[in-house]
């Protein structure tokens, strides 16, 4: 009999895997709260730092044996991991407690797991707060050692050439590890969209559905399984029917994964003689080779945050340029669109320091273009590395979190300022250095022409837009339900954005996630956004989509949805739009 499990889907470029499935791991080690005498303090240390040494010595194991070809953010969750290893608030502090408060090695450990866990509870941006992942990841590798007993990954030598993994939960060195033993698919009773599994997923190319609550309980090794990333869907002992339908989708997904490479070097022109430009969204300088591979036409969003992340020190101007200079190489004459850092009270570097007991709601506090203004130190030196970019190449620079003309006023003085420390010092520069602005706040789309009227070009930051629009947090269970692209509310902000940019002439993009949503390229054509900018994977079947469309007939259409968007339902009015 079939048994269908339903959990969220992650759809990599294989978004369907059939094969037996391998459970493993039966959840994170725990302790019991255990005293020990001031003369075990020493034995307690010694067992910490032996399992600690064991941790970093496994870790550095399964980081050499990535392949070279492997895209680099791969290798970087074993390095933060090894950091961490090192952490001084988390090693250093169970050092502490065990010494101060007479407890285990492993009870310690525990309660700093807590502690640090929900700090990052507390956090705002979706993405940080799911970096506790990191901390209970590194805090169970540590445990195994501590009890003695053997690590997911010791207990898994066999080959898994064709198995789908079935576990709690997956650190990021079990995950890489598994799938270079051959598995096809992951399946977790834990995590979310931007979960270690799921973004592991996606850059290893395996479907996967994570959150299926208690499957390892219902589900045993070598039970065939059917994994649908797409919907989020996992079937076991799947009848024939439903076998033949996901063989074929199989076949089905191959052909049209050889379909789009054939888009690549295609202009993404529409039907009616409309070209549109996609580009592609970097988390890392390395990211250059995905967005040229898939055919992007630039980069409209480069984040910088990571220069500031897993680090006691700042990055002075000299870092910046010789990053931006990579990615500008890489890119070959293609254009640069650099976000300026979005750090702050969410998103803090070390080296800022303690924000201070001020802030209770950090999506509401000092970030983004708020925090460079006021710690124009900080600003500065990346001010004066994107205008030294701009003389070797196609560089622009973007402000995230703008609010008000005001803070565009601020920002052009002081790049003013910068143009003439650098025309005395003799070093090159940009001079008509392009300067834009995110518009992911309402108030930011509310004045958007305001905005239009001073900027180089906007781009809408839709995750934001959304969450500040709607009050809600995606990731939050008891309300999630809520984020939804197509409120009456965000295609009002986001047609606003887009009115603005067009009576101004000045170019709007979209660089959220929504820009990259099949089911939304044919609205947005009919609303005028002519740039969209999503992750590199993205870009081809959104080009597919394109190059079928009529943007008269898009905008005729998009006219009608929205005469109607108070008295029917979006999604249904959505579905008419892309079927007619």
């Not at 890489?176 to 997923?201: K, Q, W």
């Not at 969003?301 to 000299?318: C, G, I, Q, S, W």
């Not at 293609?334 to 080296?351: N, V």
């Amino acid at each position: 009999m079939t048994i269908a499990f339903q959990g969220i889907g992650v759809a990599a470029s294989q978004s369907v895997a059939i094969g037996p499935a391998f459970v493993t791991g039966h959840g994170i080690h725990t302790a019991t709260q255990t005293l020990i005498d001031a003369d075990q303090v020493g034995d307690e240390l010694d067992r910490l730092n032996t399992a600690v040494a064991q941790a970093r010595r496994a870790l550095k194991a399964v980081r050499s044996q990535i392949p070279p070809s492997t895209p680099r953010n791969i290798a970087e969750f074993i390095d933060t991991h090894l950091l961490m290893l090192d952490d001084v608030a988390l090693i250093d502090e169970v050092r502490k407690i065990i010494r101060d408060q007479l407890f285990s090695a492993d009870w310690a450990l525990q309660l700093q797991r807590d502690t640090l866990v929900s700090v990052f509870d507390a956090m705002d941006d979706p993405y940080l707060r799911n970096r506790r992942d990191d901390v209970e990841h590194v805090v169970d590798q540590i445990m195994s050692f501590l009890h003695g007993a053997p690590t997911q990954l010791e207990a898994t030598e066999r080959d898994l050439e064709g198995c789908v993994v079935v576990a709690r939960d997956l650190m990021p060195a079990d995950a890489i590890t598994l799938r270079n033993r051959g598995a096809v698919a992951f399946v977790t009773e834990f995590g979310g969209p931007v979960s270690h599994t799921a973004i592991l997923a996606r850059s290893l190319s395996v479907p996967a559905v994570v959150g299926v609550h208690n499957i390892t309980r219902y589900i045993r090794s070598g039970e065939p399984l059917v994994v649908d990333g797409d919907t989020g869907t996992v079937l076991a002992n799947a009848d024939a029917q439903s076998l033949a339908y996901y063989r074929q989708r199989l076949g089905a997904i191959e052909a049209r994964r050889r379909h789009l490479r054939t888009l690549v070097d295609r202009p993404a022109i529409t039907r009616d003689g409309v070209t549109i430009n996609l580009l592609a969204n970097l988390d890392l300088p390395e990211d250059a080779q995905a967005a040229r591979f898939n055919g992007a036409v630039g980069v409209g969003l480069y984040r910088t945050e990571f220069l500031y992340m897993n680090r006691n020190d700042l990055p002075d101007e000299a870092e910046h340029l010789a990053t931006y200079l990579t990615i500008v190489h890489a890119l070959d004459g293609l254009p640069l669109t650099i976000r300026t850092l979005d750090l702050g009270i969410d998103k803090r570097s070390e080296a800022l320091g303690d924000p201070g007991p001020g802030c209770c709601n950090p999506a509401l506090g000092l970030r983004g273009i708020r925090l460079c203004l006021k710690e124009p130190g900080l600003f500065r030196p990346q001010l004066r590395a994107i205008l030294r970019a701009g003389a070797l190449g196609p560089v622009r620079a973007m402000l995230p979190m703008v609010t008000n003309v005001q803070e565009v006023a601020s920002v052009l003085a002081i790049i003013a300022e910068l143009k003439e420390e650098l025309t005395h010092e003799g070093l090159a520069f940009d001079p008509a250095l392009q300067v834009g602005a995110m518009v992911e706040i309402p108030a930011a789309a509310l004045a958007a022409r305001a905005l239009a009227r001073r900027m180089d070009f906007l781009s809408i930051g839709t995750n934001d837009l959304i969450q500040y629009t709607l009050a809600i947090d995606r990731l939050d269970d008891s309300v999630n339900y809520l984020f939804d692209p197509i409120h009456p509310a965000i295609l009002r902000l986001v047609r606003m954005t887009i009115e603005a940019g067009r009576a101004l002439a000045t170019p709007v993009a979209m660089c959220g996630e929504m820009a990259g949503d099949p089911r939304f390229t044919r609205l947005l054509l009919g609303l005028g956004l002519r740039r969209f900018s999503m992750q590199p994977g993205a870009i081809l079947g959104i080009k597919e989509i394109i190059l079928g469309a009529d943007t008269r007939e898009l905008e005729r259409r998009a006219t009608a949805l929205f005469a109607r968007l108070d008295e029917a339902e979006p999604a249904q009015l959505l579905d008419v739009l892309n079927a007619a």
